[in-house]
Every structure is written in C-alpha cells, then in structure tokens.
C-alpha cells in the first residue's frame, strides 16, 4: 500500500473539517416491494468512500465517567477522543491506556473518523468555513456527566482582528469496541510523524521510479551518489529496515547523533500502518 500524502489536508482534514454525527437513528426499512430486483451485495455504482485519516497527537488524559484523551489536531484545535464503550476504571473491560500506547506525545491515527455531538447539543454553521459547532449559550457540563466523559473542550480562537477566546463546541471523537481496533498509535509527536512520513513517501517515490539512490544516512556514501559505497553493501538498519548505513561505526553514530533512535521507531510504526 503507497504511503498517503501527509500534507494533503484532504488525505489528513482538520477536526473541525470530519463529518459530524447528528443521530443515531436508524433509517427506515421499505416494505413495499421493488419494480426491478437489485443484485445481491455492493451495489455496482455504489463509489467506494474516500480514505481519509485523523492525525492527531495526545496532550492529556483526562478519564473521569470514560476513558478519555484530550487530543490536538494539525491545526492546534483541541478536542475530545472518548472510549465509548469502557469504564474509566475497575474490572476486565477497563482499557490500560498506558500500555496500549496511548501516552502524552504519541500520535494517534484513526480512518474515517467522525465527530459526534454531546446529547441535547445543536449544531451551529460557523459562516465561510461550512463546519458546524454547537452555540456557546448550551452549558458546558453536559459531555461530561453524559456518555462524552468531557467532550467539551474549550478551544482557544481569535475572533475578527484576533481578539478574544471563544469557546467552540465542535464535538468529539467516540470509539466504541468495534472502532477500538482501528485506533493505530505512532510513538512519536505529531510534528515527527508529519516529518517522517513525509521523507518515507518521497523516498519510496524515488526508488520506485528507478532514480532513487541509496546511500548511508550518516556519511553519504552510496551506490550511486559518489562512487564510496560498494554496491550491494549498505546494511540496513534492523529496527526500521529502511535507513541503511555503510559500516557499524556510522549505524552507531546515526543512532547517537544523528536521530534515528527517535526516528526507528516512528518508521516502523508507520509502516505497519500503511504497509
């Protein structure tokens, strides 16, 4: 699977730009019988829903009735991912967030995400950016007494000519259990994500089009670029297997000094998510 475009604002939208979950009310089945009978399955000029993905990192826990995450997105907007379907604490259902990963600094990923509104909550059009939100007149206590567990989240703006805070409720993020499994974590913030899969994407491209080089990440020496490399001989890293270097004495000073301790294991992680 190609790597998507992580400067794609279509590929990677802004939380307020996810489509918003108004009901939960399932559409009505007709009962009166069809003119002309449909084939079994998909339809065939049904299109496929477009793939996209929130990239967002965490910047709190804050469970209290359910297990929740205070998150930021690509635009700094701040909101709300919370576990539906578990108790905060106490018993076999509770989710260790912890040692799933989802600790301060890591960056989550989830596909096609939407928002959903508090209960008893209007959504509001905000002018010239078609997003909804819900006035700021309705009370701010109601996510978190209700199934949100603090969806509520206060979300410093500007208004015209940048002055002043406005409290924006734009929603939340719930994940019930058969959500749980698509939630993908990236242990790494969201600015080194952005960075290394932006780097991982050009670099596939490149090889790909059979122009790519390869050469050791911390001297440079290569196959093509300059004639040190012999051939076939870099060696690839064996956390990541893609950054390769030409002796141990560069694999270590890459590791040390050049960043890739950090960068490994962001790599791998996006590779088993985009494989």
Known sequence: MPLPDFTSPLTFPPFPSLPLITTTTTPPVSTTPSSSPKPPGRHPNKPKPAEYYLLWQI???MTLIKPTLILTDTTSTRFALV???RPATGGPETLDLAKLGYKRGATLVIPRATRTLPANSKPKPEQNTGNTHVSDEEEEGEAGQGRSGGSGIESVGGGEGGEGRLRERQGFIAIDRQMEGDVRVIP???KKAMEVGWWLRGRDENLQSGEGERWCETCGAGTKK????KGGGLMKC??????????KECQVQGWNEGGHKEDCKVIKAIRVIWP
């Open 83 to 85: 576990f539906s379907s």
């Open 188 to 190: 790494g913030t969201l």
């Open 226 to 229: 300059d004639g040190r490399g």
């Open 238 to 247: 064996t956390g990541c297997s893609e950054v390769e270097y030409c002796s």
């Open 59 to 61: 910047t709190q826990n």
